[in-house]
């Protein structure tokens, strides 16, 4: 109901209105003729339908509806009807020829309009004194002529103006949901990478001592109870996080670490699983507590978490080191193990080797997307004395 109430017009209901106004005005000008010099008859006032009707013509043909009023004027004239004014019958045309774009045809119709009525009434011997061009009939011309070329000029600015602002708000509509969709899409991204590191990393340690299980049953049932309990550990991580990641679903902060829990002071839980495994695992975290800001932390946990899953799924390192530091405003985190380097990563794509190995480009991938997103880096190679090196450089904090 406010919508249609606030409709604008349809455009022939302001033609019609013209059509109407235009041939009132001209017959009542006829039908008061002070001088009563002129005919007055039915055929005046056919031409005073006429006037109005060429205003139709002004969509699609608005300097032929100008050219056929001119024309129609002389030839009004010429017949001897009632004297209405040069100006006068063209208002309507002058004015709709301006609103649709043709000011100068317009401006220029007047013109000629006024120049040749100025003429007419001022030349000649025989001219009558009670028609004779006055200071006053001379400036109402003009008068006319400008209030009516400057009524379609304003009508068609503001209808322009109109029209501009709503492409506008368009356009920024289109913005406002394509940066929604960027946003939507980042994290869309963020979740696959954190989902990728969580499960990758606790289905790898629960792959590993389901096999060693596997290998102590009936041998070495110590052995293969504490392997379940890892496996089973490494299971009931796997489903906190997932939970915490639904969390995160349900109500997102963008500008915040994933989960907030999360960081380097994290990484002795990070490592166990590791180091259950048979690997000696050295970590050096000489990050003090607050030098981080929330989402770095975070960003260098997962990074730290990816690179370890990596270590044991294909390094088949005995030792590895976790060092983390912060020096001249940049975190500087390295995992560096003594497996077997790049030659466990042939084939693998992204020109990565051997703790990346066979299928963990999708983790370095996203490993080096955190790194990028947050303004740093990541490197991962064979180590200078043999073994694979995963290295980030990132901003200790994000400027606010």
Request: with cysteine; net charge negative; glycine share 12%.
């Amino acid at each position: 109901m406010t919508s249609s109430a606030t409709a604008p017009p349809s455009p022939w209901v302001t033609d019609v209105v013209l059509v109407l106004a235009s041939t009132l005005v001209v017959a009542v000008v006829i039908a008061a003729d002070p001088s009563g010099q002129g005919d007055a008859g039915a055929a005046a006032y056919l031409f005073a339908a006429g006037f109005g009707a060429l205003v139709l013509l002004r969509r699609v043909a608005p300097r032929t509806m100008l050219v056929l009023t001119f024309l129609g004027v002389c030839a009004y004239y010429a017949l001897g009807f009632a004297p209405i004014g040069m100006v006068l019958p063209a208002v309507a045309a002058l004015y709709a020829a301006a609103e649709r774009g043709r000011t100068g045809w317009a401006a220029g119709t007047g013109a000629v309009l006024v120049a040749v009525a100025t003429w007419f009434r001022m030349t000649g011997d025989d001219v009558d004194p009670s028609v004779a061009l006055t200071a006053y009939d001379l400036v109402t011309n003009v008068a006319l002529t400008a209030a009516a070329v400057a009524l379609g000029v304003a009508v068609r600015l503001a209808r322009e103006a109109r029209e501009r602002a709503a492409l506008v708000r368009e356009l920024t509509a289109e913005q406002e949901a394509h940066a929604a969709q960027e946003r939507l899409q980042a994290e869309r991204l963020r979740i696959a990478r954190d989902l990728h590191d969580t499960v990758g990393h606790h289905l790898s340690v629960v792959a590993l001592h389901a096999g060693v299980a596997d290998e102590a049953v009936g041998r070495d049932d110590d052995a293969a109870h504490d392997a379940l309990a890892r496996v089973r550990e490494a299971a009931s991580g796997t489903l906190d996080e997932l939970r915490a990641t639904v969390k995160v679903l349900r109500e997102p902060a963008p500008d915040a670490a994933p989960r907030g829990a999360l960081g380097l002071t994290g990484l002795d839980g990070l490592v166990a699983p590791v180091r259950a495994a048979g690997v000696d695992v050295e970590v050096v975290d000489a990050v003090a507590p607050g030098a981080l800001s929330d989402a770095i932390d975070a960003a260098a946990y997962r990074i730290a978490q990816e690179a370890l899953t990596n270590v044991l799924r294909h390094a088949d390192a005995r030792h590895v080191r976790v060092e983390a530091a912060v020096d001249d405003g940049r975190l500087r985190l390295s995992v560096t193990d003594d497996g077997r380097g790049s030659a466990a990563g042939v084939g693998a794509g992204a020109g990565v080797g051997a703790g990346a190995g066979v299928g963990a480009g999708a983790g370095l991938a996203g490993m080096r997307e955190r790194a990028s997103l947050l303004g740093g880096t990541l490197t991962a190679g064979d180590a200078p004395g043999g073994g694979f090196a995963v290295v980030a450089d990132l901003p200790a904090t994000l400027p606010r």
